[in-house]
C-alpha cells in the first residue's frame, strides 16, 4: 500500500509539474512576443487604397519599430507619459512609415515621406515640387483600380524622389485642391507624408483635425513598412473555404516594401 501511495504521490507531483512547465512556456512565449512587438516588429493591415499601387487592401505587413528609435506611442496598449524619442533618427525620403494620426493618435496612418524638417512641399496641376524643384516622374503605363466602386483606370508613373528613391504613383486628374497646393513649410521636429495614390489619399496635403492629417511629427511615427506577409482579396464571405485559393494573392507573400 506504501509503494502504490508512493507511485500515485510521484504521478501526481508530475502531473502538476508538466501543468506548470506548459505555463512557464506559455509566459515565456507571451513575453516574448511582447518584446518583439514592442522593440521589433509589429504586424499591420492595409484598411484603405491611399497606397496603391504599393500597397493594397488586405496586404498584411511587418514594421520594423526600430527604425526611427522609440516613443511613447512604440507600445502596442500603453503610452509612458514621456515625449520625444529614444535612440531616435529621422526617416529617409521615400520610407513607407506608419504613424499615429496627429488629430487622433488612436488612430493609425500609412504614407510615404517625401519632406523632412525644413523642407518646402508644393503640388502644382499634379507636379510634386520639393524645395522649389520639380520631382521627376516617367510615365509608366496604365493601372486598373478596383474596389468599392466601379473599376477605375489610372494614369501610373516612377517618380524619383530627391536622394534617388524611386516608387510608382498613380494619377486620375491634375485639378482639385489635392493638385494645386499653397508652399508648405516643413517644421523642425516635422515630416510630410503623401500616398501613392495621389488623388485619392488624406495625407499631409490636408490640415487640420480628421480626416486631414497635415505635419506627421516625428514623435508620431510608429515604425518602417519592411515586408508584406500575407495578402488577400476578401471578395468573397470568410467561410467559403473553398474560395481561399484564389482569394489569397500569392505573387505578394514576402515582398519586400519599396
Do not use: C
Not at 514621456?82 to 494620426?101: E, Q, T, W, Y
Amino acid at each position: 500500500m506504501a509503494r502504490q501511495g508512493s507511485a500515485r504521490t510521484k504521478a501526481a507531483a508530475a502531473k502538476s509539474g508538466g501543468w506548470a512547465d506548459s505555463f512557464r512556456t506559455l509566459v515565456y512565449a507571451l513575453l516574448i512576443a511582447l518584446v518583439i512587438r514592442t522593440f521589433l516588429f509589429e504586424p499591420f493591415n492595409i484598411p484603405s487604397g491611399s497606397m496603391i499601387p504599393t500597397l493594397l487592401v488586405g496586404d498584411y505587413l511587418f514594421v520594423s519599430k526600430f527604425s526611427y528609435g522609440y516613443s511613447r506611442y512604440s507600445f502596442p496598449w500603453y503610452h509612458p507619459p514621456f515625449k520625444g524619442r529614444i535612440l531616435g533618427s529621422l526617416p529617409h525620403r521615400g520610407d513607407v512609415a506608419v504613424f499615429r494620426l496627429p488629430g487622433d493618435p488612436s488612430i493609425d496612418y500609412i504614407k510615404r515621406i517625401v519632406g523632412l524638417p525644413g523642407d518646402t512641399i508644393q503640388v502644382r496641376r499634379g507636379q510634386l515640387y520639393i524645395n522649389g524643384k520639380e520631382v521627376p516622374r516617367t510615365r509608366d503605363g496604365t493601372y486598373t483600380a478596383t474596389g468599392e466602386g466601379p473599376p477605375m483606370r489610372l494614369r501610373r508613373y516612377l517618380e524619383t524622389l530627391p536622394g534617388g528613391v524611386t516608387h510608382p504613383i498613380l494619377k486620375s486628374t491634375s485639378s482639385g485642391y489635392q493638385n494645386n497646393t499653397p508652399v508648405f513649410h516643413v517644421p523642425p521636429g516635422y515630416v510630410f507624408g503623401m500616398g501613392d495614390n495621389r488623388d485619392n489619399s488624406e495625407d499631409s496635403r490636408f490640415m487640420g483635425g480628421p480626416p486631414g492629417v497635415g505635419y506627421i511629427p516625428v514623435a508620431n511615427l510608429v515604425g518602417r513598412a519592411e515586408l508584406i506577409f500575407f495578402s488577400i482579396r476578401a471578395t468573397y464571405p470568410w467561410w467559403e473555404f473553398w474560395e481561399w485559393p484564389v482569394e489569397i494573392r500569392w505573387g505578394r507573400l514576402f515582398t519586400w516594401v519599396h
